[in-house]
């Protein structure tokens, strides 16, 4: 089945500041890289996503990119700010049924935090 | 929309006991998708289903476990009996499994069981 690594597992930033987190994935066959940010006592929410026909997508302050022949995505976001604070999860997964539903494996997740 | 629903948010039970988590999908959404989180194992997918019926269920630990969907507004996950190790945050998910933003996995809130 699918691994997915990342990395790092905390992460401080100074407020303004980048901040980068990478993934990696065994499954060459997957193609459907979705980012989630989880606060605290709250579930995890998408945030980005990106398909395996595309290699970089961006979203105001967030980008992802993907190399599929190294099998890793990144997470990119800009500017920082403190309620960007959070726990992040990068996924990846294959189409499930010919209505492209997805079957989610998740990264271990990292702590971000921005320091003001 | 309200989201996908959990509940009970939190509970805290003797080992032994019988727990029930209820979820209530986004409407018109016809995939379901029971998680479960803890510090050492992350995100898992227990189980989910398609139109009210069990698709896959490999993610689920063991023969205690159980999850139903009697219709397409409710499911339950059930654990009997429960052990401490069974301590996590589960997670009801749903989506519409139609591709394009319909790939879009949207979860609750997140049901905090403590097994005493």
């Known amino acids: 089945g699918e691994n997915v690594e990342q990395h790092p597992s905390t992460l401080s930033v100074q407020e303004g500041d980048s901040a980068v987190i990478k993934c990696t994935y065994s499954?060459?066959?997957?193609?459907?890289f979705p980012w989630y940010k989880q606060e605290l006592g709250k579930g995890p929410q998408l945030i980005i996503d990106i398909r395996s026909n595309v290699g970089e997508k961006k979203d105001q302050r967030i980008a992802v990119t993907l190399n599929k022949t190294a099998k890793h995505f990144s997470l990119h976001i800009t500017e920082t700010q403190p309620e960007d604070s959070a726990v992040y999860f990068c996924a990846a997964s294959t189409h499930l049924s010919n209505f492209g539903n997805e079957k989610l494996t998740f990264g271990t997740g990292t702590r971000l935090t921005i320091i003001p | 929309d309200a989201g996908v629903i959990q509940s009970p948010r939190h509970e805290v039970t003797e080992m032994g006991q019988e727990v029930t988590l209820r979820c209530k999908p986004i409407?018109?959404?016809?995939?379901l998708f029971w998680y479960r989180q803890t510090m050492m194992r992350g995100l898992e997918l227990l189980i989910y289903?398609?139109?009210?019926?069990?698709?896959?269920d490999s993610g689920m630990p063991e023969d205690r476990f159980s999850a139903k969907m009697p219709n397409a507004s409710f499911s339950t996950l059930k654990i009997q009996p429960s052990e401490p190790r069974d301590s996590a945050v589960y997670f009801c998910a749903s989506n519409n499994g139609r591709g394009g933003t319909g790939n879009t996995i949207y979860f609750g809130e997140g049901s905090w069981l403590t097994v005493v």
């Open positions: 289903f398609n139109n009210n019926v069990p698709i896959d």
């Open positions: 499954d060459s066959a997957s193609n459907y």
């Open positions: 409407s018109g959404h016809d995939y």
